[in-house]
C-alpha cells in the first residue's frame, strides 16, 4: 500500500465533505462579519438607540421660550355702602430668559450628542475587533484541522505500514504501539482544534446575532504593510479622544450657562380687570434681580470638569500614541516571524515528508526516525499557522487601536 495514494483519496474525501457541510450553513467571510457586526451586534445597536435619546436633549435646548406663558384669574365680591358689586380680573404672562442662555444650551447639547456619537464609534471599534479576532480564529482553526486531517491520514498509513512490517518479522511491536500512539496524538490534536474552531464561532454568533450555523471562508496571509505615521495620525482620531474632547465642549457650555444666571430675567404681560363696573386694561414688566442664585453652581463644577477633561485627554493621547507605537512594532515582529518560516522552513517541508515517507516503506528509515521527522513537521506547520494567526491577530489591534477599524 502506498501511503501517499491512500492520503490523497482521504483528502479529497474530506474536502468534498467540508464542501457538503459549509452547503449547509451560513458563509462569512471577513468583509460579511465586520457589516454584520456593524447593523446586528447588539451592543452597537443599543449605543445607537441611546444616541437617539441624546438627541432629545436638544430639542429642549433649542426651545425659544423655556417657560409657558402664565394666566391667572380672580373673581370676588366687592361690599360696600349700600352696593354691591362682582369684581373680576384676568392676567397673561411670559417670561423671557437672555439670548446667550440659549445659546449656551444647545452649545452643551450639540456636545453631549458629540461625545454619544463618539461612544458610539468607541462601541463600534471594540466590537469590531473582537469580531475580526473570532474570525482569523475560526479561519486559523479551519486551516489547522485540514492540516491534521492530512496528518492523520499519513500517520494511519504509516501505522498500517508497521502493523504489516510487524506480522511480517521485519519490526518489533514495539515500533507498531509507538505508530499507534503517534496516530491518537494527530487525532487528539484534531479534536482539540475543532473545540477552538466551536468557540471562535460561538464568539461569532453571539457578537452577530445569529442563531443558524455559520462557517467562515478565507485564508490566513499576511496583511499588507503600514506606516507608523499614518496609524499615528490615524489614531488621534480615536472615538474615546473625540468623547473627551466633546466632554470639554459640555463643560465650557456649562460654565456659560452657569454666566447668563448673572445676567436679569424679564417677563411681560397684560392684565384686564372690572371694579366697581369700572373696565381696566394694564401692561406688566417684571424684571428679576440676581443677587443671590447668580449660576455659581454651573460655573464652578462645569469649570473643575472641564479642568480634568482636558488633563485626561492630555494622558489619553499619550496613552493612545504609546499603544500605537507598541502595536506597530510587535506587529512588525509578527510579520518578521511570519517572513523567516516562509523562507527558511515552509519551501522543503513537502519534500521531506515525500522523502521520508518512502524511505520507511521501503525500509531505508527506521519508525523512530520516521515519527521524529513527522512531528518536526507537522510542528512546522503549526507553528507557520500560529504566526499568520499572530500576525492577523496584532494587525487587529493596530488598526482598531489606529481607529482604522470602525
Known amino acids: ?33 465586520l457589516a454584520r457586526a456593524r447593523e446586528q451586534a447588539p451592543q452597537i445597536v443599543s449605543a445607537r438607540l441611546a444616541l437617539e435619546e441624546t438627541r432629545g436633549r436638544l430639542l429642549g435646548a433649542s426651545l425659544r421660550f423655556q417657560a409657558n406663558p402664565e394666566i391667572d384669574v380672580g373673581l370676588g365680591n366687592r361690599q360696600g355702602t349700600g352696593s354691591r358689586f362682582t369684581d373680576f380680573q384676568i392676567g397673561l404672562g411670559q417670561s423671557l430668559e437672555p439670548g446667550s442662555r440659549r445659546s449656551a444650551r444647545i452649545a452643551g447639547a450639540t456636545a453631549a450628542i458629540a461625545q454619544s456619537s463618539a461612544d458610539v464609534d468607541e462601541i463600534t471599534r471594540i466590537v469590531l475587533r473582537s469580531a475580526a479576532a473570532a474570525y482569523f480564529r475560526a479561519v486559523h482553526a479551519n486551516q489547522r484541522i485540514r492540516v491534521l486531517n492530512a496528518t492523520e491520514e499519513l500517520a494511519a498509513g504509516v501505522h498500517s505500514v508497521a502493523d504489516r512490517r510487524f506480522k511480517a518479522g521485519d519490526i518489533a511491536v514495539l515500533d507498531v504501539n ?58 488621534l482620531q480615536r472615538p474615546e479622544l473625540r468623547a473627551l474632547e466633546a466632554g470639554v465642549q459640555e463643560a465650557e ?54 479642568t480634568r477633561l482636558r488633563a485626561e485627554l492630555d494622558a489619553s493621547r499619550a496613552r493612545v500614541r504609546l499603544e500605537v507605537r507598541s502595536a506597530f512594532e510587535a506587529y512588525s515582529r509578527r510579520l518578521a516571524a511570519v517572513r523567516v518560516l ?65
Open 1 to 33: 500500500m502506498r501511503i501517499g495514494r491512500s492520503a490523497v483519496a482521504v483528502w479529497a474525501a474530506v474536502c468534498l465533505q467540508a464542501g457538503m457541510a459549509s452547503a449547509q450553513s451560513r458563509s462569512l467571510t471577513l468583509a460579511d462579519v
Open 178 to 235: 509507538i505508530a499507534r500512539a503517534s496516530l491518537a496524538r494527530v487525532r487528539a490534536e484534531r479534536e482539540a482544534a475543532e473545540a477552538v474552531k466551536t468557540l471562535a464561532l460561538g464568539e461569532l454568533k453571539q457578537l452577530l446575532r445569529l442563531d443558524e450555523d455559520i462557517a467562515v471562508e478565507g485564508e490566513l496571509a499576511r496583511s499588507p504593510d503600514t506606516d507608523l505615521n499614518t496609524v499615528l495620525q490615524a489614531a
Open 342 to 406: 516562509e523562507t527558511e522552513a515552509i519551501p522543503g517541508l513537502d519534500v521531506n515528508e515525500t522523502l521520508t515517507t518512502r524511505s520507511f516503506e521501503v525500509g531505508q528509515l527506521g519508525l523512530p526516525e520516521l515519527l521524529l521527522i513527522r512531528r518536526e513537521i507537522l510542528d512546522t506547520r503549526s507553528q507557520y499557522l500560529d504566526a499568520l494567526l499572530e500576525a492577523a491577530l496584532a494587525r487587529v489591534d493596530l488598526d482598531a487601536g489606529a481607529a482604522l477599524l470602525r
Open 253 to 306: 457650555a456649562d460654565v456659560r450657562l452657569g454666566g447668563t444666571y448673572s445676567k436679569p430675567d424679564y417677563g411681560f404681560g397684560v392684565r384686564y380687570s372690572r371694579e366697581e363696573g369700572d373696565q381696566i386694561v394694564l401692561g406688566g414688566l417684571t424684571v428679576t434681580l440676581p443677587l443671590f442664585s447668580k449660576g455659581q453652581e454651573l460655573r464652578a463644577v462645569g469649570g473643575a470638569r472641564a
